[in-house]
């Protein structure tokens, strides 16, 4: 792939101590385990319920695929190194590892910008709903967010790993990350994390800028709705949404945000648990305990099963 004189990468993980390694093995392993079969859950429903046809819920689903995606994409490979302590990794598995993890990291952010456009098109536009969010414009939506987050990761993914690693080989985290890798370069990076400072400012104030906008629009013609009760109902409809785009973004911005005396690391390590162990998880819970359709899909699937 590139010049290097380095060939596999050995990832630290979380720690060095035993113990604590058996400990995180079983909770990443019970979480990966019910972070799949949430999201399963939550693709299957809106697959199989005709009440869930509708675009909120195509999004949703695409949203359970990238969430699977993401999660393993690091999960399986951090559980194994945990289980048999052969914590290498190749070159060009740690250039897949590295490329996914922000391909579909940044098609996250784009198709919750796109979620909150169809809220924001269902809530204030509700009669010319049916004609702009039509099935063609889902689908290109869709696409467009998947073209979105590869194009921007492509080249600057392919920059890194074309660069030189002269050694050490030792990368100070649980999956290949983008911190730790580029400190291995043996060349300057200041322009390739000049690249990578552009990209993320595009990827995440340009849809931070569309969730804040929609909301706000939302909110506006939310308060003007007469009825109480008609309040609430366009409100619950954005709940699980807000929810997850909070969380996303929180925990983006712990990232930014290194409270003093806190060594670099090991802070990057436990945001990169909260953000591809913990999110992928709560996520498709959030929609399931706040969403009374996608609740009144599951009770149905179950009534079903069981009288199967």
Same mark, same amino acid.
């Given at each position: 792939?590139?010049?290097?004189?380095? /060939?596999?990468?050995? !990832?630290?993980? !979380?720690?060095?101590?035993?113990?604590?390694?058996?400990?995180? $093995?079983c909770l990443f392993f019970v979480t990966y385990l019910l972070t799949v079969t949430g999201n399963m859950v939550i693709i299957a429903i809106t697959l199989k319920d005709h009440r869930l046809s509708t675009p909120m819920y195509f999004f949703l689903r695409h949203f359970a695929v990238l969430e699977i995606g993401f999660t393993t994409c690091i999960t399986p490979k951090a559980l194994a190194n945990m289980a048999t302590g052969h914590k290498k990794i190749s070159l060009s598995g740690c250039f897949t590892?590295?490329?996914? %993890?922000?391909?579909l990291g940044a098609t996250e $952010?784009? !198709? !919750?910008?796109?979620?909150?456009?169809? /809220? %924001?098109?269902?809530i204030c536009n509700p009669l010319r709903y049916s004609a702009i969010m039509n099935g063609r414009i889902c689908s290109l939506l869709v696409f467009g967010s998947w073209l979105g987050g590869f194009l921007l990761i492509l080249g600057p993914a392919a920059a890194l790993f074309h660069m030189p690693f002269c050694g050490p080989n030792?990368?100070?985290?649980? $999956?290949?990350?983008?911190?730790p890798l580029i400190k291995l370069v043996c060349i300057d990076t200041s322009l390739l994390d000049l690249v990578y400072f552009i990209a993320a400012i595009f990827?995440?104030?340009?849809?931070?800028?569309?969730?804040?906008?929609?909301y706000i629009n939302i909110i506006s013609s939310v308060i003007s709705i007469p009825s109480g009760k008609g309040r609430q109902k366009a409100f619950s409809t954005c709940a699980s949404h807000i929810i997850v785009v909070s969380l996303t973004y929180g925990s983006c911005m712990f990232m930014y945000i290194k409270p003093k005396g806190t060594n670099e690391f090991n802070f990057s390590k436990s945001v990169a648990v909260l953000n591809t162990i913990v999110s992928p998880l709560l996520n498709p819970f959030i929609y399931c305990l706040r969403n009374k359709q996608v609740q009144g899909a599951l009770k149905t699937a179950f009534r079903q099963s069981i009288e199967f």
């Open positions: 792939m590139n010049s290097s004189t380095v /060939r596999e990468f050995i !990832l630290l993980g !979380l720690t060095d101590n035993p113990q604590l390694e058996i400990l995180f $093995f590892q590295f490329f996914l %993890y922000f391909v $952010f784009f !198709l !919750l910008a796109v979620m909150s456009f169809d /809220r %924001y098109v269902a030792i990368v100070n985290h649980f $999956f290949c990350d983008k911190g990827i995440l104030s340009g849809t931070l800028t569309v969730n804040v906008v929609s």
